[in-house]
């Protein structure tokens, strides 16, 4: 093994890629490694080869780096003019994956195709262990693993696909195994669902398509929402901070959606959120990921305008309410007010999104360092607890629980910064 590197970044997504770019600007002496595991592409947002799937959020706000957020916009301006973007455009995720793949590039690092296997700590910093046996030493580590994977759905078997990006992916330039009168049923109708199913339709199948979630609704889309008046924004502040728990929060907002464009409402209170979702304390975040979860995703992570219009104007797709369980000998059932009904379907896509709840069971390294003490479970159990060692850091989704908003890169690139600047100044 050669002498400890100051910095190993574990993780390619934006949230790796952004710790790379801010350790290069704020520590341009360190030794930095990278790692981003084996899985092509950047995933699970960026790997779609479809230009249907698209960003949901504009251009102008993606960029990796936090001083300056239009970072990827200059970019397609300077290397694709010919894309003719403008801001406010929801651009398709693959030119966001080929942006995240360039800065990847740049980064004198270099980022190694192989996931670590194996985190200790040890004289002088961390031992990382890659999948292929190598071993480094780390005086600071970054985590940043991004989305748990999914719960599998119990008793499922074929035509149920657990991963629909990896089944995605396994028929890339291939035909899809569906004849035209073959019925697909889509589990949820989050943005994966919404991928799933204009990707289906792009690549030529025209059959029926079932999507059941909880809620029975698509997220909403964006629109032109002017922010709040500096007046009513300070109302909302003053009112949200005499609201007592999630009910309160709620009354709140519900009441200046109703004065106000509700989307400008729920933008004003993006930068703090994390701080509000802290202040509710445990029993009212659990209130809060048991009642209003749902339909806080459905308003706050909304999709391209024309995306929804799509989606409303196919005649093929249907949107029901309802849980989808799987019976004993593999029937597929969807349960709602109180009734049962089988499904039918030759291809069922399970798109019930991250498994926060199950964020730490499993065989994943975050997973492994709970059980190992390396990291402490937050109570929720939906990710990870600011680790008491300050040389180790943790970013993006696996600190759902703690934070609130901790997947999009907006608040990716802020985290990425801090962390780093946190290191400089401590070192
Ligand atoms: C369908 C969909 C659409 C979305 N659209 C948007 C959008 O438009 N805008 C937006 O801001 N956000 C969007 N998001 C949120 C998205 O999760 C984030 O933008 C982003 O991908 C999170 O970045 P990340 O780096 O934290 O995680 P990821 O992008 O998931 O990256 C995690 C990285 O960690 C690596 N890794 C994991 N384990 C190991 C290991 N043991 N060793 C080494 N490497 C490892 C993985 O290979 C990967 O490189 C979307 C999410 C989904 C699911």
Not at 140 to 157: I, Q
Request: aromatic fraction near 6%; charged fraction near 20%; hydrophobic fraction near 45%.
């Amino acid at each position: 093994m050669t002498d400890p590197v100051d910095l190993a970044v574990v993780g390619g997504g934006p949230a790796g890629v952004a710790t790379l770019l801010a350790a290069e600007t704020l520590a341009p002496d360190w030794r930095v490694a990278g790692w981003r595991g084996t899985v092509p592409g950047f995933l699970p947002a960026y790997g779609g080869n479809d230009p249907v799937h698209r960003l949901n959020v504009a251009v102008e706000r993606m960029g990796l780096d936090a001083a300056a957020p239009i970072d990827f916009y200059d970019w397609l301006q300077a290397v694709h003019p010919e894309r003719r973007v403008r801001p406010g455009d929801f651009v398709p995720r693959a030119w966001f994956g080929e942006y995240l793949a360039h800065r990847a590039a740049s980064v004198r690092a270099g980022v190694r195709p192989e996931a670590v296997v194996a985190l200790d700590r040890c004289a002088g910093g961390w031992r990382l262990q890659g999948a292929g046996g190598d071993k480094l030493v780390a005086r600071r580590v970054a985590l940043c693993l991004g989305m748990p994977a999914g719960v599998p759905m119990p008793g499922a078997s074929s035509p149920w696909v657990g991963d629909p990006w990896a089944w995605w992916r396994a028929h890339q330039g291939a035909p899809l195994p569906l004849a035209p009168s073959d019925r697909v049923l889509v589990v949820g109708s989050g943005l994966t669902a919404v991928d799933m199913v204009l990707g289906l339709r792009a690549r030529g199948f025209a059959g029926p398509i079932e999507v059941v979630s909880t809620g029975g609704r698509w997220s909403t889309a964006h629109a032109p929402a002017p922010p709040l008046d500096p007046e009513a924004r300070d109302r909302l502040d003053d009112a949200l901070d005499a609201a007592t728990g999630a009910r309160g929060t709620m009354r709140v907002l519900r009441r200046f959606a109703a004065e106000h464009p509700w989307r400008a409402v729920v933008d004003a209170l993006r930068a703090d959120t994390n701080a509000r979702w802290a202040a509710l304390g445990l029993e009212e975040q659990r209130r809060v990921m048991r009642h209003a979860f749902g339909l806080w995703n459905r308003h706050r992570h909304r999709m391209a305008p024309d995306v929804l219009a799509t989606l409303e104007a196919d005649r093929a797709l249907r949107l029901r309410p309802g849980r989808i369980a799987v019976e004993d000998g593999g029937r597929i059932v969807l349960r709602h007010a109180g009734r049962t009904e089988a499904l039918d379907a030759a291809l069922v896509l399970d798109c019930r999104g991250p498994g926060f709840r199950a964020a730490l069971a499993g065989d994943s390294l975050l997973a492994r360092l709970v059980r190992d003490g390396v990291l402490q479970a937050h109570p929720l159990g939906t990710g990870v607890q600011t680790p008491a060692d300050p040389t180790l850091a943790v970013l993006g989704a696996a600190r759902f629980g703690e934070c609130f908003e901790t997947t999009a890169v907006p608040e990716l690139r802020q985290q990425a910064v801090a962390v780093v600047a946190r290191w400089v100044e401590g070192a």
